[in-house]
């Protein structure tokens, strides 16, 4: 089972991105599970029809106490989305109350205990996870050895930079787990960006960029009419045409071929290059 876990700053295209893999996977035959692990629970959103489907948290209060936990099955957490795709959401507190990578860490472990990701279930688990990992609660799908091929979404912003940078700073520390970075994928705001300071970027810490993608308006067409991916409902697209090329070179990533990343500390980070 390939297992990608999509990384990123906040807003920088990591759902959209996630969605839409997880759809091309499950077009070309594959079985697929999509595990979003962000309090907001939208990364599924697109591959549901439009719902907002019940989190693993809201279901943990509405089941685990109730039921014994030897009678739940993987079909207790799991919502079948369009295209055979699996989903789930990790969920999260209410805003301002308690720690919202505690739920991630209980998803996993939940994982854990029933069994979800058995060898044979998944060709393909794609998780989409939230923000640059300071806080070690979004740092579990790698610390728990659920992650493996990790990318980073990034745009040619400074800011996007400085949590790949930070994301990168964690693929090193949980290397050991087995984590390695597959690449960076540069969701560009700007078609006329400065592609060779990414290129720079992404040397420098010892990575390449799978895939230059578009700013396409199909994508917010896609968001707003909340029924299908942007693969699914404009295939032809830009967007679409990119993230096929994308999904295809993703598999395509061979562990033995990804050193382990070099990031750069504030100082040089700051310091220009
Ligand atoms: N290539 C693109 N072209 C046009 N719009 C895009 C593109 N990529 C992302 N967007 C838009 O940018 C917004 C943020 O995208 P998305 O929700 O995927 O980001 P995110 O990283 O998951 O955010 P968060 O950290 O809040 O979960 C969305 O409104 C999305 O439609
Ligand atoms: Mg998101």
Request: aromatic share 6%.
């Amino acid at each position: 089972m390939e297992k990608i876990v999509i990384f990123g700053k906040g807003g920088i295209g990591k759902s959209t991105v996630a969605a839409n893999l997880s759809a091309i996977y499950a077009l070309s035959g594959k079985k697929v599970i999509h595990v979003g692990c962000d309090p907001k629970h939208d990364s599924t959103v697109g591959l549901v029809d439009g719902a907002l489907i019940e989190t693993f948290m809201e279901k943990h209060a509405r089941i685990f106490g109730v039921r014994d936990r030897q009678s739940l099955g993987p079909r207790d957490l799991l919502v079948q989305g369009r295209l055979g795709i699996d989903c789930i959401e990790a969920g999260g507190p209410e805003p301002g109350v308690g720690c919202a990578g505690r739920g991630i860490s209980m998803m996993l472990e939940a994982f854990q205990d029933l069994d979800i990701l058995k060898a044979g279930a998944y060709d393909v688990g794609v998780f989409d996870v939230l923000g640059d990992v300071v806080c070690g609660g979004f740092a579990a799908p790698l610390r728990k050895g659920f992650a493996e091929k990790i990318v980073i979404v990034v745009s040619e912003e400074l800011m996007a930079l400085y949590a790949a940078n930070n994301i990168a700073k964690s693929v090193r520390t949980y290397a050991s787990n087995g984590v390695y970075l597959a690449g960076l994928v540069a969701n560009l705001k700007d078609g006329k960006a400065d592609r060779k300071r990414l290129e720079r970027f992404a040397k420098l810490v010892g990575t390449k960029i799978l895939e230059y993608v578009p700013r396409d308006l199909a994508v917010r067409e896609a968001e707003f009419a909340r029924e299908k991916t942007v693969v699914e409902r404009s295939p032809k697209c830009p967007f679409s045409k990119s993230l096929r090329s994308l999904a295809a070179k993703i598999l395509a990533v061979k562990k033995e071929k990804c050193p382990i990343p070099t990031p750069m500390n504030d100082k040089q980070f700051y310091g220009g290059w």
